[in-house]
């Protein structure tokens, strides 16, 4: 994946200012910075929900900009707002999902889920209506929702922000697991976290880059 040059405005202001740079295949990359430094604006650009207004982004090749829908088959989003709905069951939700991905058998699709969501420690909550479930376990449910057909680039827009100590822990875990399939990106504002957990940081401040760090680890 590759950002040239990358900005957006918004009629006198900047949401992103010339932002480039790469990220390789299976990588796990942070998005660090206040709020309003241009987080979920360029999380967004990259899920093709906003255009820029200059520069170029490719992801596996495909142009952002022109080839919108082949980028759309790549990638899986997890948002502050939640895609789930709220009067079905976990499973039910996880299930719908993987049949909009082309998933036809049931038995694989309910294995899938299984797996996915023991990963992030909700796999006995499966069979709760997720109206009934903490922000915390619908946050979970909403990373596993993304990443369930395992895309090809996965973005997580602040996926920390209802997860408490234990979140945290199996998040580590899942992204360990999502890097067999997916590359990673997340964004939070949590710099001591987010340098724990991926292999470069992006640091934004007021839309620009201002640093791109190796975490010493």
Do not use: W
């Amino acid at each position: 994946m590759r950002l040239s040059n990358v900005s957006k405005k918004y009629e006198s202001r900047f949401g992103l200012r010339n932002v480039s740079f790469t990220v390789d295949e299976h990588e796990i990359f942070g998005l660090a910075g206040p709020n309003g430094a241009g987080k979920s604006t360029l999380i967004k650009i990259l899920a093709t929900l906003t255009k820029p207004t200059g520069g170029k982004v490719t992801i596996a090749g495909y142009d952002v900009l022109r080839q919108p829908r082949l980028v759309k088959g790549l990638i899986g989003v997890s948002l502050h707002n939640s895609l789930l709905y709220d009067e079905l069951t976990g499973m039910e939700n996880l299930t719908y999902y993987l049949r909009l991905h082309g998933c036809r058998d049931r038995e694989e699709a309910k294995d899938l889920v299984f797996h996915k969501s023991s990963l992030f420690g909700i796999e006995d909550r499966l069979e709760d209506p997720v109206g009934n479930l903490s922000s915390g376990m619908r946050k979970r449910l909403d990373i596993i929702r993304a990443a369930i057909h395992n895309p090809r680039l996965l973005l997580l827009d602040e996926p920390l922000s209802e997860l408490d100590s234990e979140g945290l822990e199996y998040f580590r875990r899942f992204l360990r697991s999502a890097r067999e399939y997916s590359t990673v990106i997340f964004s939070t504002h949590s710099l001591e976290v987010v340098e724990e957990i991926s292999s470069r940081v992006c640091i934004l401040k007021m839309g620009e880059l201002a640093e791109l760090r190796y975490p010493e680890k």
